[in-house]
Structure formats: C-alpha cells, structure tokens
C-alpha cells in the first residue's frame, strides 16, 4: 500500500476565499495522524495563519483527515473557527485530490502534492 507520511503542499478554494500552505502527515498501516498549516485569505478581510491537528485515514486510494484541535496564529483577534473534514482521493500523479466540509457549512476544494 502507499504510504502518505511527509510534507505535502496544499491549496483549497473555498469560494470567497483561498487557503495555502502545506500538510504532514505520518501514516501508520490506514492511520494518519498529522497538521495542516495554512494562510487563510477572505475576500475583504485580513489574511491570518491557521494550524489544524488531524487525523483520519489512507488505504492507498481514498484519503480522509478531520480537524482535531485548531489554533489561529498571526491572528489580529481570536475568534471560534470550526475544523475542517478534507476527503479524497490518491491520483495518478501522486497528487490527493478532493473536498472539504466544516460544520458551519463551509465547502472548498483541494490539492495536495508531495514537497520533495
């Protein structure tokens, strides 16, 4: 099975706004444990740093990881920010393609690629 463990960039669009940064994950058997760590940026507001803890799963082709702990970082206030679910899938060219969620109603679309 492929295994996932390292440093993957990721980028999401999320409609009224845009994340970038990078996740890494360690991947025991179908177990992933790891951090996402982003630049938020929403259209007309300040950009601000965010770090998700996540953990999930990976059995070499469907990939899922939801939010476990947050905190908000270069953050003017802070404020409740609701962790994300990013589910999806393992492509030919090695990049996890797919969709997130939170619980306020909040969808994106992401792409993560191995950082070599």
């Known amino acids: ?3 996932i463990t390292g440093r993957w960039s990721f980028n999401e669009d999320f409609g009224f ?3 970038e ?4 994950f360690t991947q025991e058997g179908e177990k992933i444990t ?3 760590v982003y630049t938020e940026r929403i259209e007309g507001e300040t950009p ?3 770090q998700q803890d996540v953990e999930g799963s ?3 082709t469907n990939f899922s990881v939801t939010g476990t702990k947050v905190e908000l970082l270069d953050c003017e206030k802070q404020f409740e920010y609701h962790m994300d679910t990013w ?3 393992l492509n030919s060219q090695n990049q996890i393609v797919g969709h997130s969620y939170d619980h306020h109603e909040c969808y994106g679309v992401f792409v993560m ?4």
């Open 1 to 3: 099975m492929k295994n």
């Open 17 to 19: 706004g845009t994340d």
């Open 21 to 24: 940064g990078f996740a890494e």
């Open 34 to 36: 790891g951090v996402v």
């Open 48 to 50: 601000f740093r965010v």
């Open 58 to 60: 990976f059995d070499g």
């Open 87 to 89: 589910e999806g899938l």
């Open 113 to 116: 690629k191995p950082i070599e």
